[in-house]
């Protein structure tokens, strides 16, 4: 209960237009609504934190965690984990990303889903040339490929095509 005012107070005063009279927030401080519905309601919270406040992003992404864990939805665990990498990426913690994104890479494979598998391969491409190893940027990048063509997920595809030919373009 004190993490949650914490995490609460937090938001409140720094992101005033997602934690104030917000649905979600409501939604996710309703700990009588199912674990489901808590966790989408956190999972968008903290991507939209994310981007604006990744300290913030991350906070919530952990509660998020927390509860996912608790509740043993594998899904929602792999959401949060994209959630950290990203944050964790966007600050500059690079191994801290790419420890999350292992993470979501073994569940992803657990699971079954392969189109989470091919999406994580992505982003750690994204780490990888975020941190100027481009040849492994590519190697993560023809991984997703793989499976977006085995998937014939046309948008992973376009994606993932459109981050090989940026690499390639920076390699000249």
């Not at 292992?102 to 699971?111: D, G, K, W």
């Amino acid at each position: 209960m004190r993490r949650a005012f914490i995490t609460g107070t937090l938001l409140a005063c720094l992101l005033p237009g997602l934690a104030q009279g917000d649905s979600l927030w409501s939604v996710w401080n309703n700990t009588q609504a199912p674990d489901s519905s808590r966790l989408q309601a956190i999972q968008t919270l903290a991507w939209k934190a994310v981007f604006q406040l990744p300290d913030s992003g991350l906070a919530l992404a952990h509660e998020q965690l927390l509860l996912a864990e608790h509740a043993g939805l594998d899904v929602s665990i792999y959401d949060a984990h994209t959630t950290m990498a990203v944050a964790h990426a966007m600050t500059g913690s690079y191994d801290q990303a790419i420890e999350h994104l292992e993470e979501c890479l073994t569940i992803a494979r657990r699971i079954g889903e392969r189109y989470r598998e091919a999406n994580t391969f992505n982003n750690m491409s994204n780490v990888s040339r975020n941190i100027g190893d481009l040849p492994m940027a590519l190697r993560l990048l023809h991984q997703s490929l793989v499976i977006d063509e085995e998937l014939g997920n046309q948008a992973g595809l376009a994606g993932t095509y459109n981050n090989i030919g940026n690499i390639q373009k920076e390699q000249g």
